[in-house]
């Protein structure tokens, strides 16, 4: 069984940081690309950035310049350093990923359950 677990959301004023972390559980073998997503109440999820398994990286253009992601595949997590925040930065972040499970040797695309980011004065 495999499975996603994100941390580090909360409340943060306009300007300011949050550090977002999902760490896979489980059978896991490897990890392809690994990626956050959010959802804002009355809209769709959007992408927010993905990373590659060798670093390659992908950015929403409302998020570049402000947004950085990362991972460390020994820990099979993906991190989102959130710099600058904006009150319409607020949703609930998911992260995603492409995990190959060592007991079934199957590429399975994985979701987290959602931390909710608030970004209010």
């Known amino acids: 069984q495999v499975q996603l677990v994100e941390s580090g959301g909360g409340l943060v004023q306009p300007g300011g940081s949050l550090r977002l972390s999902c760490a896979g559980l489980?059978?896991?073998?490897?990890?392809?690309?690994m990626g956050w997503y959010r959802q804002a109440p009355g809209k769709q999820r959007e992408l927010v950035a993905t990373?590659?398994?060798?670093?390659?990286?992908n950015y929403a253009d409302s998020v570049k310049g402000r947004f950085t992601i990362s991972r460390d595949n020994a820990k099979s997590t993906v991190y989102l350093q959130m710099n600058s925040l904006k009150p319409e930065d607020t949703a609930v972040y998911f992260c995603?990923?492409?995990?190959?499970?060592?007991?079934?040797?199957?590429?399975?695309?994985?979701w987290g359950q959602g931390t909710q980011v608030t970004v209010s004065s």
């Open positions: 489980g059978t896991i073998g490897s990890t392809y690309t």
């Open positions: 990373i590659g398994s060798t670093g390659t990286t």
């Open positions: 995603n990923a492409d995990i190959r499970s060592f007991k079934s040797n199957q590429v399975g695309n994985y």
